[in-house]
């Protein structure tokens, strides 16, 4: 099996280069982006979506602002930047990743003299940060590999696959890794209203990959628990705080779901996901727009007279996670993020 | 609020017409249905669901057989209508109210003795069938709209409604009667995936009577249980044993997810739901085709390679119930099935 890239810098061009996510399975087209103005859309639209990979994103982001900006003094091209970085910051609330990326990248850049050197420091910067997060999955692929048994079948949420991350994945990071080891693993997908990453995207990577894979609808994960003997619920974070873990809407019902049947719930995800600082009650879950959940495939199912609520995200108690699967190891909740952070920094 | 009725005969057409539900809301086409075997379709295609309504579609498919057969001596033509009533029977094999309202529209003809007289019995059978249908509904309503408080929120999975019924609805018809009784509703409806009859026809009944309902997709239900006040979830049946309640796939998780959070869990079903036969291990769960899940308003999500289940229904543990609203009453489990019916039929 591969590393299969999901966005990286194209040197020559000057841009970043991705998969659209928003055409799979239909289309696998590499997109070409030239303005920090587009990549936050692409961003909004989710085009490229995924914590690890936001974070990935957020720091090429930081490179496109300073490859595109035109400012001639140092004080003012770096003035430039960093509102392209607040604007890209902006674009997507809950996932942690994301303003980590562009932190740590405009940290990199911040001890440059000259604008030559900021471009060619952001990129470098980016370029190791997405280095690093293939680095990350394949270790808590490993590491989470030895928590599944040698047959097995796993259900997952959304998609925290290749297409999540820079490649390999963090939850289907931990698959891959089981299959190299030389394990038998099933996935069943859970298809992930309303933008459908588990049916589009979770199948797509590992139908490629050659890993057995079935989609259910959302409300049928319960009912297999119950007539499958199912061995694992696998997914990744958005955020994980030390009382709660932050990912897609949905894998709260999942965890209790989970808990209710004793089978085992993980979350796979890097360092950069955890968030020392606040408590889920600090943390803002994304709402976003009604036509996501009120249209399909172009057809309109919901009334207008109705109205329509869209959770990106939720916030699921660490006490029904049973362990987190991070590129430092497996660590059983309750959670000590600071030291886990720090041992992480003095390593 | 009137009662708007779902399916009905034609008497001067001979013929069964009825709101076609798979183009909902898009369009409110008054169907008609000439032939079994296209009625046979029409309910296998759900043009015409929900438990109630099949059973009163069974009792009018019987007369649509009776109508159409042109065999000219009594025993080759109970022979054929017999034939029929059991290619319509074979439709959908989870939802008992469709073979009950079959089976009572062939014992009622049974006692006839010449060919006017079995059609003119099997129409009013049906007839009587729908009558007493929308009356259960209402007594539904009456004993179900006692459970709820003054001004309450209240969620509900796929549409246990009008439109499931002969009219006013099962789990929708609490709803309605606790509005009539001069209480502040609110309902959220689950999508209800794959068809999605919570956001196509939950919604379309419910803001056509000027009654609030916000849609969410079916992975939402538990952060909304969570994060706001609900009063209770409410659902329909469609077969109800000593040891579960067989309902839409989703039912069994929305339990779990109320039970955790201490949400009242209600099923609202009228007595001709119930099965005093079987235990839940005897009910078969009717699976469905893959283009359900896979495509959705013309368009696939699911790549080819990639599997699909596709289950239709779910058990619920009669423990996750906390109690059945029915025509005779609200009963806490366990509950004595055989008793119940009984005293249904002394009555």
Redesign the interface.
């Known amino acids: 099996m591969k590393d299969s890239p999901t966005l990286w810098w194209d040197a020559a061009a000057c841009s970043i280069r991705y998969i659209e996510q928003t055409l799979l ?2 289309e696998e087209r590499i997109a070409e982006c030239r303005t920090v103005e587009r990549w936050a859309t692409a961003i909004r639209r989710l085009e490229v979506r995924g914590a690890p990979a936001l974070g990935v994103a957020g720091a090429y982001g930081v490179a496109l602002a300073a490859a595109t900006c035109s400012e001639e003094d140092l004080s003012g091209f770096m003035n430039a930047v960093r509102r392209d970085a607040a604007t890209l910051r902006a674009t997507r609330p809950t996932a942690i990743n994301l303003a980590w990326g562009i932190d740590r990248v405009l940290a990199r850049i911040g001890r440059e003299r000259d604008i030559a050197g900021v471009r060619r420091a952001a990129v470098g910067e980016a370029d190791a940060i997405a280095r690093e997060d293939t680095a990350c999955c394949h270790a808590i692929g490993e590491y989470g590999a030895g928590l599944l048994p040698d047959s097995c079948t796993v259900l997952t949420h959304c998609n925290a696959g290749a297409l999540a991350c820079s490649s390999w994945g963090t939850a289907l990071g931990v698959i891959r890794s089981a299959i190299v080891a030389g394990k038998d693993v099933r996935v ?7 933008l ?1 990453q588990g ?2 995207l979770t ?2 990577e ?3 990959d050659g890993i ?13 628990m ?1 007539t499958r003997k199912i061995d694992a619920f696998i997914v990744g974070a958005d955020r994980i705080t030390r009382d709660a873990v932050f990912n897609k ?2 894998t ?2 999942h965890a ?2 989970a808990r ?1 049947h004793g089978i085992p719930f993980y979350v796979a995800a890097p360092l950069s996901t955890f968030d020392p600082e606040n408590l889920a009650d600090g943390v803002i879950i994304e709402e976003r727009g009604r036509e996501e ?11 207008e ?7 990106g995200f ?2 699921t108690p660490m006490e029904l996670v049973s362990a987190v699967i991070t590129d430092k190891g497996v660590r059983e909740p309750p959670l000590d993020i600071p030291a886990l952070l720090s041992r992480s920094t003095a390593k």
Chains 1, 2 share one sequence.
């Open positions: 399975p239909d069943i997908a859970c298809e992930t209203r309303p459908l049916a589009r199948a797509w590992l139908a490629r057995p894979v079935t989609v259910i609808t959302d409300s049928m994960a319960a009912h297999v119950r809407i949905g709260y019902m209790i779901c209710h959940v009120a249209t399909i495939g172009g057809r309109t199912f919901v009334p007279a109705a109205g329509v609520m869209n959770f939720d916030a």
